[in-house]
């Protein structure tokens, strides 16, 4: 049986599920694929598989989704760090280095992961990619100066969209209430430079370049998960 991209999803977070131990203190990532995560990981705690621990979600949907698996949640400003998050991503390079933000959550998420000891992530084999860019990089704006931001973006030769929400006309809003430009870079063969780029633009409040920051990945394939770690 070829696993389809959401059993791909889903057995890579479950099996992500086995660097979880008692006591620790967790990031519960944001995306269809960790939902898979925090529903696996609820129902391993209400069995009592897995005792004293402490989440902070790096979203409000993922808040929800914890709360409603009876998970311990407190807020990233009550830890001093986290043992480990477990997230999903919009691509990875053989580097680990990520696109993250497709929905909407890379502020909270990179917070959330900086604060860890180990960052985990769990993808589908499309994510895998050779360099990142295919996917459009999300850039977390202040609504304030967004067109003055996708306007710098925009003189360096990459469009920058701004997401839309479901409500037709109205900008998507993150959870932080700021907006979200899409970059369509079709590849970034040099992403130290559009990091230092976006980091440098006054209006930018976070991009979705997590260089260097992922430590594993557990990737399910059509016939297998495949867990591959940084090598340095
Ligand atoms: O903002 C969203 C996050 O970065 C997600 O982890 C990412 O978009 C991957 O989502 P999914 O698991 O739904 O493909």
């Known amino acids: 049986m070829v696993n389809t991209p959401q059993e791909q999803k889903r057995k890579a977070a479950l099996a992500a599920l086995e660097v979880i131990e008692s006591g620790m203190k967790l990031g ?49 400003n009550d830890v001093d760090r986290l043992d480990l998050t477990i997230d999903g991503t919009d691509e990875f390079d053989p580097q680990l280095n990520l696109i ?13 992961a ?15 990619v050779d360099q990142l860019g295919r996917f459009p990089l999300p ?9 003055t931001v996708a306007r710098h973006i925009e003189n360096s030769g990459i469009q920058a969209l701004l997401r839309a929400s479901m409500n037709p006309g109205d900008p998507y809003k993150t959870d932080q209430g700021n907006y979200i430009l899409d970059l369509q870079t079709g590849g970034m063969p040099d992403l ?6 976006l980091e440098g633009l006054p209006g930018v409040v976070e991009h979705g370049l997590f260089l260097d920051m992922a430590d594993e990945v557990f990737l399910g394939k059509e016939d297998r998960v495949e867990r591959i770690t940084k090598t340095n």
């Open 192 to 197: 130290p430079k559009m990091k230092w780029m």
């Open 100 to 112: 993250k933000g497709g929905g909407g959550a890379l502020l909270r998420e990179k917070i959330v």
């Open 28 to 76: 519960l990532g944001t995306g269809s694929t960790a939902a898979f995560m925090v529903r696996g990981l609820g129902q391993l705690y209400r069995e009592h598989k897995l005792n004293d621990l402490i989440c902070v979600p790096t979203s409000v949907a993922t808040r929800n989704l914890a709360q409603e698996q009876g998970l311990p949640l407190t807020t990233i």
């Open 139 to 147: 850039v977390e704006v202040v609504p304030f100066a967004w067109k």
């Open 114 to 128: 900086s604060l860890s000891d180990r960052f985990v992530i769990i993808a589908d084999a499309s994510k895998e």
